[in-house]
């Protein structure tokens, strides 16, 4: 059973950074695109990035362009985001999530950690 582990979230001020980080264990991850959404409260859950395990292939959402970088660690499994100039609109739970042989569907999901971001 695949199971995601987050952690690395805070409270942090405007302009600062975070870097969030996601255990996988249980699968083949050489198989799965790895993904990271948020949720702001009183909002939908949205998407934030995703990589593709085998190619290193990412992709942004537009909000977080150019600010925050996916990246993972094939040794150790892990899945990291690094966040830049962090605003406070980025508040949120940031959820890691993992999709078997998939772009856009997740089937895993980690249980959230929270990034708060002060004005």
């Known amino acids: 059973q695949v199971q995601l582990v987050e952690s690395g979230g805070g409270l942090v001020q405007a302009g600062g950074s975070l870097r969030l980080s996601c255990a996988a264990s249980g699968g083949t991850f050489s198989r799965y695109t790895m993904g990271w959404f948020r949720q702001a409260p009183g909002k939908e859950r949205e998407f934030v990035a995703r990589i593709i395990w085998s190619s290193g292939s990412t992709y942004y959402a537009d909000s977080v362009k150019g600010r925050f970088t996916i990246s993972r660690d094939n040794a150790k499994n892990t899945v990291f985001l690094q966040m830049n100039s962090l605003k406070p609109e980025d508040t949120a739970v940031y959820y890691c999530?993992?999709?078997?042989?998939?772009?856009?569907?997740?089937?895993?999901w980690g249980q959230g950690t929270q990034v708060t971001v002060s004005s």
């Open positions: 999530a993992a999709g078997y042989m998939a772009l856009t569907s997740y089937n895993y």
